[in-house]
Protein backbone atom coordinates (compact mmCIF):
# COMPACT_ATOMS: atom_id res chain seq x y z
CA UNK A 1 0.00 0.00 0.00
CA UNK A 2 1.46 3.42 -1.15
CA UNK A 3 0.80 6.38 1.51
CA UNK A 4 1.42 10.34 1.65
CA UNK A 5 2.06 12.43 4.91
CA UNK A 6 2.87 15.95 4.42
CA UNK A 7 3.37 19.55 6.42
CA UNK A 8 4.40 22.58 3.94
CA UNK A 9 6.79 24.73 3.75
CA UNK A 10 9.25 25.35 0.91
CA UNK A 11 11.01 22.82 -0.86
CA UNK A 12 14.35 22.76 -1.08
CA UNK A 13 15.68 19.29 -2.56
CA UNK A 14 14.19 15.57 -2.99
CA UNK A 15 15.51 12.69 -1.57
CA UNK A 16 14.93 9.21 -2.94
CA UNK A 17 15.69 5.81 -1.39
CA UNK A 18 14.89 2.16 -1.38
CA UNK A 19 13.57 -0.35 1.45
CA UNK A 20 13.42 -3.75 1.02
CA UNK A 21 10.83 -6.21 2.48
CA UNK A 22 11.41 -6.84 5.98
CA UNK A 23 9.80 -8.10 8.87
CA UNK A 24 7.46 -6.13 10.96
CA UNK A 25 9.24 -4.93 14.45
CA UNK A 26 5.62 -6.15 16.80
CA UNK A 27 5.05 -9.38 14.59
CA UNK A 28 7.81 -11.23 12.85
CA UNK A 29 5.40 -13.66 11.07
CA UNK A 30 4.37 -10.44 8.63
CA UNK A 31 6.54 -8.90 6.38
CA UNK A 32 6.45 -5.18 5.30
CA UNK A 33 7.05 -4.95 1.62
CA UNK A 34 9.42 -3.24 -0.59
CA UNK A 35 9.01 0.58 -1.13
CA UNK A 36 10.51 3.51 -2.48
CA UNK A 37 10.07 6.36 -0.31
CA UNK A 38 10.61 10.22 -2.08
CA UNK A 39 11.13 13.00 0.42
CA UNK A 40 11.11 16.43 0.03
CA UNK A 41 13.77 18.80 2.34
CA UNK A 42 11.49 21.46 3.59
CA UNK A 43 12.40 24.88 5.47
CA UNK A 44 10.83 23.61 8.37
CA UNK A 45 8.27 20.49 8.57
CA UNK A 46 8.40 17.57 5.56
CA UNK A 47 6.71 15.91 2.82
CA UNK A 48 7.22 12.36 2.34
CA UNK A 49 5.70 9.62 -0.45
CA UNK A 50 6.11 5.91 0.04
CA UNK A 51 5.42 3.65 -2.99
CA UNK A 52 5.51 0.26 -3.83
CA UNK A 53 7.37 -0.99 -6.24
CA UNK A 54 3.87 -1.60 -8.72
CA UNK A 55 3.15 1.93 -7.33
CA UNK A 56 6.50 3.23 -8.81
CA UNK A 57 6.36 0.96 -12.24
CA UNK A 58 3.31 2.76 -12.52
CA UNK A 59 4.61 6.37 -12.37
CA UNK A 60 7.69 5.46 -13.78
CA UNK A 61 5.86 4.39 -17.09
CA UNK A 62 3.32 7.54 -16.67
CA UNK A 63 6.19 10.41 -16.04
CA UNK A 64 8.02 10.42 -19.24
CA UNK A 65 4.77 11.33 -21.36
CA UNK A 66 3.25 13.94 -18.47
CA UNK A 67 6.71 15.82 -18.75
CA UNK A 68 6.47 15.51 -22.05
CA UNK A 69 3.07 16.85 -22.12
CA UNK A 70 4.22 19.99 -20.02
CA UNK A 71 7.11 20.60 -22.44
CA UNK A 72 4.55 21.11 -25.51
CA UNK A 73 2.58 23.28 -23.46
CA UNK A 74 5.43 24.78 -22.36
CA UNK A 75 6.40 25.48 -26.16
CA UNK A 76 2.45 26.32 -27.21
CA UNK A 77 2.22 28.72 -24.79
CA UNK A 78 5.89 30.25 -25.91
CA UNK A 79 4.56 30.49 -29.64
CA UNK A 80 1.92 32.36 -28.09
CA UNK A 81 3.19 35.01 -25.97
CA UNK A 82 6.12 35.62 -28.97
CA UNK A 83 3.27 35.99 -31.61
CA UNK A 84 0.83 38.16 -29.19
CA UNK A 85 4.41 40.13 -28.79
CA UNK A 86 4.63 40.80 -32.62
CA UNK A 87 1.54 41.01 -33.34
CA UNK A 88 1.21 44.45 -30.79
CA UNK A 89 5.11 45.92 -31.77
CA UNK A 90 4.76 48.67 -34.17
CA UNK A 91 5.66 47.59 -37.77
CA UNK A 92 8.71 49.94 -39.25
CA UNK A 93 7.41 51.74 -42.36
Known amino acids: MSFISNSSSA ?8 SAPRPYDYDE ?10 E ?3 ESGG ?3 ALTVEDARVLLERLPRLVMDHDAAEHVRAEQVAAEKSATEPKAA
Open 40 to 42: LEM
Open 29 to 38: SITIPAYFSV
Open 11 to 18: SRGINVSY
Open 47 to 49: ARL
